[in-house]
């Protein structure tokens, strides 16, 4: 299937060296626009815009968690549709089942690997386009 | 003595008769009776145990013990976010030269397009191979997050640690202000075992920061 590789994806993460892991691969993955967020309270602000057609973040972070970002997009009327990915080392199943809960699109464990990454993304966006035919 | 000793059947037993009577209030006086024995006894041990505390406190004259406290305990923060901040330039180092090389890669695809097809084919699998290469190195520095939020945790594990050990030492009556600095002798001995690099506001002081300063300072005496 086709995905829009022109779409717009905030990239959320506490440690730099992952946000630019992760903005890589993506680019190798034909992405180009990409913003970032070093926390979830810096980045709701910025979700609120409702600029990002996607959202890609880490959970544990000392402000505001990838989880409570997931759990505040999904109770925003307007933004509660976003495909909403979540990259992170809490490997817990207590905590992939409160993620799948909360209504999280995709879950990759850290480590992961550039395939991984590509897979759930692809995954993803199916399951979009799945919902939207669905809706139609 | 037990605290079963101290509750004589003869009060139980009025209790019970004063409940079968329906006197409530005979009743509670003598509950409160029962209860303030058990009370006392409570309040006994509990005094018992706050002087076994205390004299232990007092006995806590150990100086290393409490000049680790001072110095090492602050001084172990200090290290790990040393290490945190220094593998995260090492990784983002490498990041920059990874995407440099993925750089150059890209262009060397495009200039590709304009060599014979043979040659092309020839150079191709080595391209593809070289970029798989830098994306694994790219991924490979995931560990510089995955490291240092174990980093981050174990800080606030041992902040904890050393609030509380502060917080016993200063119920003790021990004041840590007024404790010396590790005398010179001892210092000297840590030196020269080697300490590693000087990674805390302590340890930089009398630390020469380059190779140039350690050159001048060998350069002074005659090196």
Request: glycine letters at 4%.
């Amino acid at each position: 299937m086709q995905i829009n590789r022109d779409m717009k994806i905030l990239v959320v993460d506490d440690f730099s060296t992952m946000r630019r892991i992760v903005k890589n691969l993506l680019k190798e993955l034909g992405f180009s626009h990409f913003d970032e967020a070093d926390d979830g309270s810096t980045a709701w602000p910025m979700v609120q815009t409702g600029k990002y057609d996607f959202i890609v973040s880490d959970w544990n972070m000392p402000q505001m968690t990838g989880l409570q970002l997931l759990k505040n997009v999904r109770a925003d009327e307007k933004l509660k549709a976003t495909p909403f990915l979540l990259i992170t080392a809490e490997a817990k199943r207590s905590q992939i089942l409160e993620a799948a809960q909360a209504g999280v699109d995709g879950y990759i464990v850290k480590p992961f690997t550039a395939a991984t990454l590509n897979a759930k993304i692809e995954k993803i966006f199916e399951n979009v386009a799945k919902r939207a035919q669905a809706a139609e | 003595m037990s605290l079963l000793t101290q509750i004589s059947i003869s009060d139980v037993q009025t209790l019970l008769s004063d409940l079968e009577a329906g006197d409530l209030i005979a009743a509670g006086a003598q509950l409160d009776k029962l209860t303030q024995l058990r009370e006392h006894e409570l309040y006994q041990e509990l005094g018992r145990m706050t002087r076994n505390l205390h004299d232990t406190l007092k006995e806590l004259d150990d100086t290393e013990l409490l000049q680790q406290v001072k110095h090492d305990l602050p001084d172990v923060s200090e290290r790990l976010e040393y290490v945190i901040a220094s593998t995260e330039e090492a990784s983002s180092k490498t990041l920059s030269a990874a995407e440099s090389v993925a750089e150059c890669l890209d262009q060397a695809n495009q200039l590709m397009a304009e060599l014979p097809s043979t040659q092309a084919q020839a150079i191709k699998p080595l391209l593809d191979e070289a970029s798989a290469q830098v994306t694994n190195i790219m991924m490979a520095q995931s560990f510089q997050d995955l490291t240092g939020q174990v980093l981050n945790r174990i800080m606030i594990v041992m902040g904890a640690f050393e609030r509380s050990l502060l917080e016993l030492i200063s119920r003790s009556g021990h004041d840590l202000s007024t404790l010396p600095e590790r005398s010179a002798s001892s210092k000297r001995e840590d030196e020269l075992k080697g300490i590693g690099p000087n990674v805390t506001k302590s340890s930089q002081q009398d630390n020469l920061s380059s190779q140039d300063d350690v050159d001048d300072l060998l350069g002074q005496l005659g090196f």
